[in-house]
């Protein structure tokens, strides 16, 4: 009844897939819905049984996509769903991942004092806090090449010293 819906869905799997982007079930139901509303098709509702029927037409599922493994925990604030809606023959490699990260580091000392949050991050003065008097930040900055905590970073937090501490 809604082949037209079901084909324009089917056909931005694919096209999204080939680009290696990542796909949701509540991306293909608002495709759906919006593809509905541009033809006029009135009543449609891109439910979770309609799309269900959807995936077990064209054999779509579920799958983790695979790419590099992180090696330490960050904080990844660009980073995108690592699953996505697949076809049968689709191999489900190759998404690269924004790598862009932050550290923040949250401690309180034994008697449950909160510390000044460490925020490490690349650029000595970041754009977006042109201008800014640094030592009223909410937070401790510090920059460091790959906003890693490294022992210096951690220390010059520790002691609060204002010697340099990037790489």
């Known amino acids: 009844m809604y082949e037209d819906i079901e084909t324009a869905v089917i056909e931005f799997l694919k096209l999204a897939r080939d680009r290696r982007m990542a796909v949701t079930g509540p991306m293909l139901s608002t495709l759906a819905e919006r593809e509905a509303s541009a033809n006029g098709v009135e009543g449609f509702k891109a439910s979770e049984g ?35 809606l697949v076809l049968p023959k689709d191999t489900a490699h190759g998404i690269i991942q924004d790598k862009s990260r932050l550290t923040l580091m949250v401690c309180t000392s034994m008697l449950g004092e909160k ?50 501490c990037s790489n």
């Open 50 to 84: 309609w799309l269900s029927r959807v995936k077990g037409r064209h054999g779509i599922c579920g799958r983790a996509l695979s790419g590099d493994a992180a090696d330490e925990t960050g904080l990844y604030f660009r980073a995108t769903s690592t699953k996505s």
């Open 115 to 164: 510390e000044k949050l460490l925020l490490i991050w690349k650029s000595e003065k970041p754009w977006a806090l042109k201008g800014a008097d640094m030592s009223k930040l909410p937070v401790v900055y510090k920059a460091q090449r790959k906003a890693w905590m490294i022992g210096l970073v951690f220390c010059c937090w520790m002691k609060d010293s204002t010697t340099e």
